[in-house]
């Protein structure tokens, strides 16, 4: 037999085949759709028993990974409301308890007695605020409130606070107490160890301020492409001038403008002056270069952001 009329009964096998199946599964759609309407006709015991006999594939939801939630009281801190509450109980007097800061103390801590001050006491303070938060236990904390004066005297209070399984609330739950101030915390040394002379860099960096601190030039002119800066407004200062620079990297101190591209971290110390008087300040820069200049390219105060057009 030929090749040709070898492949031919192989060639018309193949759609016979296909016809087939399709007529089977054809078969099975009637046969299901005859089922169905006879098990509605049954009534509604039989269609129940017809769809739980009736196998069900359901696909899974993909797993999610939970969102982790903060709590309120892991995030409260009762600092700003012992605050309040030692400004207004150093400013009541027991004798007065109608005052509105005797009220508002007894309304923060109601089994707190009110101080009794001599005639000559000394003088409420000018400012309270709260340095140091300490959470004791479940919903016990203890603050520590610096009181300072106008004679520049600072008192501190430690005050034991309650808050509410949630934080949403808080009391005072005894009388402040004097303790000891905090101890002053030992600093490493600085990271800006290389002396940065008079050149091309320490130059930049006094345009750069002098344009930011008092208006005098455009601010853009002296930043790095990308970066966004805007100037102090209004100009708090008529002049500044830069006393020292120093810098993370070596490649600050060169006489010479290194190749563009290169990063240096900097802090400035200047000094600033207005109709009032001289004020020293520092601010810390990183520098890039440029077409053989520096400019800057972030002040790590936080006011300059990379992206965006200049």
Excluded at 75 to 93: E, H, I, K, M
Excluded at 188 to 195: E, G, K, L
Excluded at 231 to 238: N, R
């Amino acid at each position: 037999m030929s090749p040709g009329k070898q492949a031919a009964p192989s060639e018309a096998a193949a759609p016979m085949a296909a016809g087939a199946r399709l007529e089977a599964m054809r078969r099975r759609v009637r046969l299901s759709r005859v089922a169905v309407w006879t098990v509605i006709a049954a009534g509604p015991i039989a269609l129940a028993v017809a769809v739980a006999s009736t196998p069900t594939t359901v696909a899974a939801a993909p797993a999610t990974k939970p969102t982790p939630v903060r709590t309120a009281t892991a995030a409260t801190d009762p600092g700003g409301y012992a605050q309040v509450f030692v400004t207004a109980w150093l400013r009541s007097d027991a004798n007065d308890e109608t005052s509105a800061q005797a009220r508002l103390a007894q309304s923060m801590a109601p089994d707190v007695e009110l101080p009794d001050p001599a005639a000559d006491a000394h003088s409420a303070p000018q400012s309270v605020t709260a340095v140091r938060s300490a959470q004791r236990g479940t919903g016990a904390w203890s603050v520590t409130v610096a009181a300072q004066y106008a004679d520049g005297s600072v008192r501190y209070y430690a005050v034991p606070v309650a808050s509410d399984h949630a934080g949403a609330s808080f009391t005072v739950t005894g009388a402040p107490g004097v303790v000891a101030g905090p101890a002053r915390a030992e600093v490493p040394n600085s990271s800006y160890a290389v002396t940065v002379p008079e050149g091309d860099l320490s130059s930049a960096v006094g345009q750069f301020l002098t344009a930011y601190l008092t208006g005098a030039g455009e601010v853009d002119r002296y930043l790095a492409p990308g970066v966004n800066l805007t100037a102090v407004s209004p100009a708090p200062y008529t002049a500044v001038a830069v006393q020292q620079v120093s810098a993370i990297e070596e490649a600050a101190a060169a006489e010479k403008v290194p190749a563009d591209g290169t990063t240096v971290h900097i802090l400035a110390s200047a000094e600033a002056r207005d109709a009032s008087g001289r004020w020293p300040l520092a601010y810390e820069l990183t520098l890039k270069t440029r077409s053989g200049r520096w400019e800057v390219a972030a002040l790590q105060s936080g006011t300059a952001q990379d992206g965006g057009g200049r």
